[in-house]
């Protein structure tokens, strides 16, 4: 069943040289549909990863948020785990070590699994083992034989990025020890829905979780949840813990407690779905009426980060440079490229002070706390920090926050 159609476009993660201006751009469908089985969202002819990881743009370490959550979870896990010289940490998908490199500065042993070559040389160049590849069976057994079944494997950001989700759940059960312990992280399908997340829908997600679909999902490779944390950020983390069933505790209070909120949003039963597509349009039409707004009163409005959800933004909603002048990253990587799609030109973040533009639009607007405190001295000039994804009534236009 098709709950959510977003038309076709470019790779999300995808950024266009000058030199690629005048050449034609592959697009792709946008389309979310629901097993009514099972109850996962998945992505229709998601794009295979070797298609889009090779050399990938992200780096996440430019996100301070995200290298504090980081090392927040590894100070942590590794209290509640008992974690020491003597156990060993694997991640998939480790990007550039901006996770291991705190385990590495506790003692413990590591790898990092990280399919992007070049990402892959950052993190071992800031001292975190990794190996380059995309985990699969094989890959899982290697890294076994040479290092020992893993203590705990961490698995944020990826257990949605996988076509063949159950292969990918039996490999990460061949990583894992007797008594180990997974941690994984994924967007809730219950704040996508709740918040009509729709820029949260890009190429390199395959699936959309609730609590109850992931348990499904991990059930066929022999692994049991155990414990669930609802992260306290704007993007709506699910964090979920698993063991082997044949060791697994009971489920948690708080595992029972998402269930039930998801029980109660109508999200375990396909009906519940429905609602998303009529406020998905009426969140772009909002958007495009705030732009022409701006446009009409000869604002200057510019961008900010270049990100696979700002992808998904501008394409769906048709913002070309003639609404958004330009979009600012830190990463230098990007810079003098162009976003997929609407073709608009990244700069560097210092241009925002010599242009001194009267709104800067975020596009990711699960970084509120990073863009606000390097965006503070927008208010010199009387600028203003614009959110849009974080309002939960999609009948508001915009959020406007002068930092």
Known sequence: MTVLDLGATPPSEKLLAPGDLDLPEPTFPLRVRLCEDCLLLQLVGSIMPEDTVSEYPYFSS???????????????????????????????????????????????????????????????????????????????????????????????KVYARTPDLQGFTRSLRVLLADDGWLSIEVHHALKLVREVQFDMIDHEHCQYYTLLSATRALATAGLAVVDAELLPNQVGTLRIWARPSRIAAPPSERVVEVLGLEKASGLHRAGGYLQLHPRTAARRQNLLRFLLQCRAEEKRVVGYSTTGMGSTLLNYCGIRSDLLEYIVDRNPYKHGRFTAGMRIPIVNPERIAKDRPDIVLALSWDLEDDLSRQLNYINEWGGQLVFLSTLRSPAISVLKRTV
């Open 62 to 156: 430019f996100s301070d948020t995200r290298v504090q959550h980081a090392k927040a979870f590894v100070r942590d896990t590794v209290k509640r785990l008992g974690l020491s010289k003597k156990s060993f940490v694997g991640e998939v998908a480790s990007n550039d070590g901006y996770l291991l490199q705190h385990v590495v500065a506790a003692g413990v042993p590591c790898l990092g699994i990280e399919p992007s070559v070049n990402v892959g040389v950052t993190a071992r160049e800031r001292g975190v083992p990794t190996v380059s590849g995309l985990l699969d069976e094989q890959l899982a057994r290697s890294v076994r034989a040479e290092h020992g079944p893993a203590d705990l494997v961490v698995a944020n």
